[in-house]
């Protein structure tokens, strides 16, 4: 495999775009990552996003955006896989360059949530889980989510209450990340208080969607001259059975285990080389499970790192130092975009008020469905 | 780029299967693949499909494919270019292999289109136009075929009748393909007293959807020791504007002339040399402006290869010789695949009465909207 490095990254706020549509929010992100790069023409487009067809009735987008962003003729192609679609597509860019086939390649992440009704939105996000089996039985996502967190609290013995945390240091570091949807404090008491969705899963506990889009662009390493430099030292994915009944244990992340145990021999690493984590906290009870699957903490213990104050920038293993789904926001198929994204500028160092003092390694990890599909990510600062 | 061999293929009979689902349609094209390649598992699993989120309210049909065949923990991933899907899977399949990362991949087209009403159908399959400026004006995907013919015809003078060859080959092609929707001989008077569509498409020149799956399952070339051989010669991939209007020439497939220049180049041959061409004949203009994208008749005279009785499997340049998207059949996200598995087919010799003799190189083209993405695959024997 040929080595891969990022030349540019661009994004825009996530956010009820009212006023833009999807060709715009799209657009943007991607003329930004092109004038990051200071490139004018890649020579193909990978486009991660789950809903177009359902909210926006517009598919081949791989194509549609390469129109728009005036990349007529290149190669373009969409990418799915729910949640999980915006680090798909990176990986398929990644994989097209790494073959030697694509010399410069632009993966974007992108989401319009925000035009049609919540319950639309709801049912469209549905289609995440398995028609037959799951949404047959009328359950949401949080739905699902709600189960396994009833169960974990369960069998590990730990209360609501011990997820704050994660809320907490999300929403502290979105206040320093003007892209973040929520800039708005969480403490204890605000945690506690808030509105129940599905028992135990209250609002401080989930992710909000929104409008979003997020791009980087990578080439061969070699081509990179550019100080500081990030390459990819790490791709890997893995799956679970998609209906949550049918997985061996669904209180552990059986494909975050994989992808990240893959990632991490590919990189030559191990978690505790790793600088900064940007997880894939839709729920709260998911930033636990990633944890855990991601050889963070024992089976179980994932809570107590943010109990013992180890998630924030300075601590053991800072993670959503941008604010992450919780606070960023959760436009489903530019998420991944969005994680890659934020290790890039912690790598970079970008981050003022929430950087890693001193970050050379970090890892994204994107979930697709309830932990169904799981791609994790590692990049480098090479100097 | 490493090299890329064919090492099993799978599909089942284009039709209406009401009594199977999304599931069981696809499973199957990629269960036969694994027999047909000696394998009980493979490494990762690429997916072509348009319609499953609105047709199947299905998301995430990478890892719902692996789960269901049993690739449980394998990386799994869709992939959409509308019409262009399952060669667009193809090529991704192809990409992670050749980079070295995948060493066995799976590559699975599939279409469930007739369990809607046939005008949801015909709503979902115009979200591969342009939503904004296309859709919007009520226009359907015949419809903009038709106004590309009726402009060919008048450009270039040619009659409606000039079109039947392409027709009549298609269907007596696919009398010998038992995996065709359409077992019907077409004749001159049947092509002129066919019910009109959207004039002057009429519905001989039009191809049928279905429901439909096939699967190719590639490994790296030196791995396969199997006689006949087949190896992939050339994969390339371009685009257009999507919306007709925007195109400098909406008569000429300059995302089909790109993307097989391409591939000529890697494979180092022309289109002189071809023995088989699988196109895209949704409709039959199309079938006409593939052929002279891809160089093998002049601006205008595609329809002229027809007339002059050099389309059949012994003729100069045979196309659609299990029955193309007209009789063979067109279940959108899965025709790419069917083009390619039909290739190797030729190539392997396996095509009995409609088997070109001695084929040793293949091509395959599939389009995803009106000509908007076009990926052209050469395919060759390697003995």
Redesign the interface.
């Known amino acids: 495999?040929?080595k891969v490095a990022v030349l540019g990254i661009g994004q825009i706020k996530v956010d009820e775009h009212w006023d833009k549509?999807l060709?715009e929010i799209g657009g943007e992100a991607a003329f930004l990552a092109m004038q990051d790069a200071g490139m004018e023409k890649v020579e193909?487009l990978y486009v991660g996003n789950?809903?177009s067809?359902?909210v926006?009735?517009?598919?081949?987008i791989?194509?549609?955006f390469?129109?728009w962003i005036g990349?007529?003729?290149?190669?373009?192609?969409?990418?799915?896989?729910?949640c999980?679609s915006g680090a798909?597509a990176f990986?398929?860019a990644l994989?097209?360059v790494?073959?030697?086939?694509?010399e410069s390649a632009l993966a974007l992440g992108v989401e319009k949530m925000t035009d049609k009704a919540g319950r639309d939105v709801t049912a469209?996000l549905?289609?995440?889980a398995?028609?037959?089996y799951e949404?047959e039985q009328g359950v949401s996502f949080v739905g699902i989510n709600a189960l396994i967190m009833r169960r974990y609290m369960h069998e590990f013995g730990w209360k609501h209450e011990d997820f704050a945390p994660f809320s907490i240091n999300a929403h502290a570091n979105a206040l320093h990340n003007p892209y973040a949807r929520l800039h708005e404090k969480v403490t204890m008491e605000k945690f506690e208080k808030s509105s129940m969705v599905a028992t135990p899963i209250n609002l401080l506990d989930a992710s909000p969607v929104g409008d979003g889009a997020a791009a980087v662009i990578i080439v061969p390493a070699e081509k990179v001259l550019r100080q500081p430099k990030v390459v990819v030292a790490a791709?890997?994915?893995?799956?679970?059975?998609?209906?949550v009944h049918?997985r061996r244990d669904p209180m552990f992340l059986?494909?975050a285990y994989?992808s990240s145990k893959r990632a991490y021999e590919m990189a030559g690493v191990t978690a505790n080389d790793m600088d900064v984590f940007e997880l894939h906290d839709a729920f709260s009870i998911m930033a636990a499970l990633s944890l855990e699957a991601s050889g963070f903490a024992e089976r179980g213990q994932g809570v107590r790192l943010g109990l013992e104050n180890q998630i924030h920038p300075q601590g053991k293993i800072p993670i959503c130092t941008r604010g992450g789904l919780k606070a960023r926001g959760h436009p489903v198929g530019a998420t991944g975009m969005y994680q890659i994204l934020e290790v890039i500028q912690q790598l970079r160092g970008e981050c003022a008020q929430t950087q890693v003092d001193g970050a050379q390694l970090g890892m994204a990890q994107n979930i697709?469905?309830s932990g169904?599909?799981i791609l994790t990510h590692i990049l480098k600062l090479e100097v």
Do not use: C, H, Y
């Open positions: 495999m040929r549509s060709r193909a789950m809903l067809p359902m926006s009735a517009q598919n081949q791989g194509t549609f390469g129109d990349l007529w003729k290149q190669e373009a192609v969409k990418i799915e896989a729910a999980g798909a990986r398929s994989m097209a790494a073959s030697g086939d694509v469209a549905a289609t995440a398995d028609a037959d949404l791709s890997a994915s893995a799956t679970d059975a998609i209906a049918s059986s494909a994989l697709g469905g169904a599909t």
